[in-house]
């Protein structure tokens, strides 16, 4: 499968005092057409800013510093202002945790998913009116010529996430950028979720890169999976090779701690020690203070990412 997306090298600082806070660190990563790729790791570690960064959305006073992004064979990086508004929404959608980021409360949901088909599309207010409608049953929202009138605070956290998911999909990108779609919901609702996620991924062609702290949803979903600590990537790997042979001690504590919570361990297993701060980030291997494998070498010296297996790599001087 070739590659729809190429991040190389990709460096993301943010203003700090006496210098830079390197939030993200010469992270590369790439999605093959049709794959979803899950991005783990704990807050903090830059896997949200990552995947801001391919739409040009960082945060100010935040800033991409270097690197590329390589979509359908160009460099998003050097795109004009004008050209990346075409890319945002048409090409590269994104769903968020929070439905309400992507929601206006003002407007109701049809008039928000038609404006975006009208602006790309050039499409008429009638036409942009019924796709809306056919992107909302396309999501499962029952009677959707009702709920196609409907505010966004009318409707259930679910339903919320559905509307906006049906927003993103109305533009049929190519990728879809899905950040911790699921993480405010409840069990039930969360795996109804999951699911659609994975019915229209299929039905659409698209590639979708998940962002998680949960390796629970992306055993579920994933083909691939780019663990990120501190800023940088520790670990990529298929799915099952993650689960079987994670070689990387970050990922074998997160393992570690996801396994003996579905077994109801009366101790939960944790990492122990936090995420560093990115005004403090420890030098050498950023994971050494909580690492039980740790050597006099992971104490100054980063430690780069190695292939240390057929599609295994990972950053870390036990290899
Ligand atoms: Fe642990 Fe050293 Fe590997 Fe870092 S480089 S994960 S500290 S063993």
Redesign the pocket.
Known sequence: MPNLLDIQDLQVHFPAPGGVAKAVDGVSYSVMAGETLGVVGESGCGKTLSALSILRLVPPPGKIAGGKIVFEGADLLTLSNEEMRKVRGKKIGMIFQEPMTALNPVFTIGDQIAEGIRLHFGASRQEAWDRAIEALRAVHISSPEQKVADYPHRLSGGMRQRAMIAMALSLSPALLLADEPTTALDVTIQAQILELLAELKDKFSMSVILITHDLGVVAQMCERVVVMYAGRVAETAPVREIFANPK???TQGLLDSVTSRRRGDGRLREIKGVVPSLMDTPPG?A??PR?P???DV?RVKI?ELKKVGKETETA???Y
């Open positions: 990387h001690p970050y291997c994971f050494h690492c494998k740790v050597m992971c430690p870390c001087w036990l």
